[in-house]
């Protein structure tokens, strides 16, 4: 299987390349007023509005830095009514892949109530590379606000 390989700070995680759409370069957002904390905002995608969020913010409670490196994951997520749907991550050091057997990662137990987003791990010698869950990265209510954002992908 494929993975895209990114940065969370100093932690290196993946996530499954067939969700992925497209990686693009950092583009101008407009900022939605009193969003909640990781909703970056909202970018112009092909002549389309996509919801953005900020894995940084979300996850360490700060920005993601504005390195050349830093890109917008757009994703296929599923929609609320079961409808793929695009939602763009902001993400650093967003430009490395990796094929890998989904076997070769394991189970921690670590974080899997508090942080269910956060899959297994695989041991790599550079160090470990945690498996992101994105289908359970974002809580109910900002799943909810993403997705009314979001639009539908096309067929």
């Known amino acids: 299987m494929l993975f895209l390989l990114f940065h969370i700070g100093k932690e290196r995680y993946a996530l499954e390349a067939s ?14 007023p009193q969003a909640p904390p990781g909703l970056a905002g909202l970018i112009n995608y092909r002549g389309q509005p996509v919801p953005v969020v900020d894995l940084n913010r979300l996850t360490l409670g700060h920005a993601a830095t504005g390195k050349f490196s830093t890109r917008i994951i757009i994703m296929k997520c599923e929609g609320l009514n079961g409808t793929p749907q695009m939602v763009g991550l902001v993400a650093e050091r967003a430009t490395g892949m990796l094929r890998k057997d989904p076997h ?50 096309a067929p």
């Not at 590379?129 to 900002?142: H, N």
């Open 19 to 32: 969700r992925v759409v497209e990686v693009v370069p950092m583009l101008d957002m407009k900022e939605i």
């Open 104 to 153: 070769d990662f394991v189970k921690t137990g670590l974080g899997e109530i508090e942080k269910p987003f956060l899959g297994p791990v695989l041991m790599d010698p550079a160090g470990p590379i945690q498996w992101i869950l994105e289908d359970k990265l974002l809580t109910y209510d900002l799943r909810q606000l993403v997705l009314d954002l979001a639009p539908p992908v």
